[in-house]
């Protein structure tokens, strides 16, 4: 018997994430909602993902939309209510999928009750809440640390009081303090409140900054300049880590998920937050969002990550797009490639998320200056997901953000039932992981191939069904290359079956091409 059949859920799932801004409008307000992600369900149910997780919808002022939240255990008005929520939770768990949320532990919004309570006065019983200093001796912010967004320091005078308050991000986005007993309770009965509603998982937004501790050194010089977002912050996350791991477990280990967004560019600092096992359950990889569309460099990619994962006894997670960077299909400049990284994505070892629209191969939105609204400058990889196939893609004038290109021939309408269409292809791929437990949980090899190709091996001890030996290869160029491939049973590729133009069975890949053949 296969030793890995007793995973956790998420090891074996493919999870989607929503941006619920985006997604789906139900009342016609321009803006995406619970009742609109309701209504399209189906469409991630006949896509075949296991699990899907939604950017916040909380109330906030949005002005990081979403990401500044004003209350915990609520949702906004402009996504709808609780019920509609309960209703979602029901509706995924009735149709076999999981539900993720996001929390934002790291800070709140400046209109959060605790926040406009902690600036009142210096005396304010909930001061520490958050993380205030004085001045540094000479004037000016208390330490070298720089916000996310727009090259601006990471503190904010509060003239009232004449301290600064933290804030990695915005300003209106201050740092809760996890030094203080009651932010880790009250944040850990946020967790609870949401996993009493039924939710199956967190994931954890800028995880690996919330425990700072008290000393807030400057920043060293090769560091200075960067965002303190990406430091690592010491011991105390860690212990937090472990705190929120043990809330999420509760007495039902493998329940509920905690992922953690760590995105940092030192692979050691995002492997350390898994901790002995005992940290996250996962943690995002965002150095292969970097990567160029290259073979050799994405094999050194895979290579370091698997080796980091192997050695930190933890199980690894891809991801090519989500909406905080250029989509794929933008930064690899092609559908083709777009088609080829779906494959590679689908058929590695570990987690894959997808985010909403790549199902579609959408590119980002072209933005005009006066249509601009994140001070982050993502707007383009977050425009609305086109439903019809007309050029509003469904959501009418009132659209939040511009559409993407070619938004009728990307719509959902237009590309489902044709073969050669993204959503097609992506249909494929995730019916294909399903039914191949190799490629859920196989082991990984990877091989020798031409320049320009990838190629490896994925094999698992008598699979329940499927084949016990799977390769795939990718042909990361757009010249074809001959010896490419093993001959065997062609399971998926880019290209469909029925108009394969190359020979399938021999050992050549097209242009662009992935193939994934069954072996034994
Ligand atoms: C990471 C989120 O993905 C991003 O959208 C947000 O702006 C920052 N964290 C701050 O919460």
Redesign the pocket.
């Known amino acids: 018997m296969d030793p890995s059949d007793d995973v956790p859920w998420w090891h074996t799932a493919v999870i989607y994430q929503i941006y619920p801004r985006s997604f789906a409008d139900g009342d016609g307000d321009g803006i995406g909602d619970l009742p609109g992600l309701l209504e399209h369900l189906p469409h991630l149910v006949d896509l075949g993902i296991d699990a899907l997780w939604l950017?916040p919808v909380y109330p906030s002022p949005m002005a990081?939309?979403g990401?500044?939240v004003a209350d915990h255990c609520a949702i906004d008005p402009v996504f709808g209510t609780l019920a509609d929520f309960d209703a979602l939770v029901a509706a995924a768990h009735g149709a076999g999928l999981k539900v993720v949320l996001d929390y934002?532990p790291?800070?709140t919004s400046d209109r959060h009750p605790w926040f406009v309570e902690a600036r009142r006065s210096v005396d304010s019983p909930r001061r520490d809440h958050y993380v205030w200093r004085d001045p540094a001796p000479g004037g000016g912010p208390p330490n070298n640390w720089r916000a996310?967004?727009g090259d601006e320091p990471a503190w904010t005078l509060d003239e009232a009081s004449g301290q600064y308050y933290l804030h990695?991000?915005l300003p209106e986005?201050p740092d809760l303090n996890w030094d203080e007993p009651r932010v880790v309770e009250e944040m850990s009965d946020v967790l609870r409140f949401w996993m009493a509603r039924g939710v199956d998982g967190f994931r954890a937004?800028?995880v690996h900054c919330i425990g700072k501790g008290p000393e807030l050194p400057d920043a060293p010089d090769e560091l200075a300049g960067l965002p303190a977002?990406i430091f690592d912050h010491g011991p105390g996350t860690h212990e937090c880590l472990r705190h929120l791991r043990r809330v999420v477990d509760g007495d039902e280990p493998g329940a509920h998920l905690l992922l953690g967004?760590t995105?940092v560019f030192d692979r050691d600092q995002q492997l350390s937050y898994l901790g002995l096992g005992d940290e996250l359950h996962l943690a995002f990889n965002f150095l292969i969002l970097h990567a160029q569309w290259d073979a050799a460099v994405w094999r050194h990619e895979l290579e370091l990550a698997y080796a980091g994962h192997d050695r930190v006894g933890a199980w690894p997670t891809w991801v090519l797009s989500?909406?905080?960077l250029p989509r794929h299909v933008t930064r690899y400049g092609s559908e083709a490639r777009a088609r080829a990284a779906a494959v590679t994505l689908l058929t590695l070892r570990g987690t894959p998320f997808l985010y909403q629209g790549e199902e579609l191969g959408l590119a980002d939105a072209v933005v005009p200056p006066e249509r601009v609204l994140d001070p982050?400058g993502?707007d383009g990889c977050r425009a609305p997901i086109p439903w019809t196939a007309t050029d509003d893609g469904g959501w009418g004038p009132r659209a939040w953000l511009p559409m993407p290109p070619d938004a009728a021939a990307h719509s959902v309408a237009a590309e489902a039932g044709v073969p050669t269409s993204m959503l097609e292809h992506y249909r494929r791929l995730l019916a294909l992981r399903r039914a191949t437990p190799a490629l859920q949980r196989g082991a990984i090899e990877l091989l020798d191939a031409p320049t320009g190709v990838l190629r490896w091996r994925r094999s698992l001890e008598h699979p329940a069904t499927g084949p016990a030996v799977v390769e795939v290869a990718v042909n990361f160029t757009g010249d074809a290359v001959a010896d490419a491939v093993s001959a065997g049973t062609v399971l998926g590729g880019t290209v469909p079956g029925g108009s394969a133009t190359l020979d399938r069975a021999g050992r050549t890949l097209g242009p662009d091409e992935a193939r994934v053949v069954a072996l034994h």
């Open positions: 950017s990081d939309f990401y500044d934002v790291n800070h996310a967004f990695l991000f986005q937004d800028v977002c967004e995105a989500n909406h905080d982050g993502r």
